[in-house]
């Protein structure tokens, strides 16, 4: 059974810092494109960032750049998704999802994962 699971999620102060992890079962996270992505209360959900399978390449939204850090470790099929500097508007449930390519609609990916809260507030 084709599965992600993410953790990692909760609640944090502004200017602090979460690690989300995606844990993949039932496939090979690096043989496919691994995306986080969130949606806010009354939003559509976003993509955030991507990591592709081929060569590794990284993609970030605007919003998070030096911020946000994805990452994946093949040992243990996981993808990772490292979040510094964290604001009030990062606040969101997160998901991660599996398609081949990064450079594609939110729609595309598949194998979504049920997501994890995290709410950044003072």
């Known amino acids: 059974q084709v599965q992600l699971v993410e953790s990692g999620g909760g609640l944090v102060q502004p200017g602090g810092s979460l690690r989300l992890s995606c844990a993949a079962s039932?496939?090979?996270?690096?043989?496919?494109?691994t995306g986080w992505f969130r949606q806010a209360p009354g939003k559509e959900r976003e993509g955030v960032s991507c990591i592709s399978s081929s060569d590794g390449s990284t993609y970030y939204a605007d919003s998070v750049k030096g911020r946000f850090t994805i990452s994946r470790d093949n040992a243990k099929n996981t993808v990772y998704l490292q979040m510094n500097s964290l604001k009030p508007e990062d606040t969101a449930v997160y998901y991660c999802?599996?398609?081949?390519?990064?450079?594609?609609?939110?729609?595309?990916?598949?194998?979504w994962g049920q997501g994890t809260q995290v709410t950044v507030s003072s």
């Open positions: 039932g496939f090979t996270l690096d043989y496919h494109a």
């Open positions: 999802a599996a398609n081949e390519v990064c450079v594609a609609g939110v729609s595309d990916f598949g194998s």
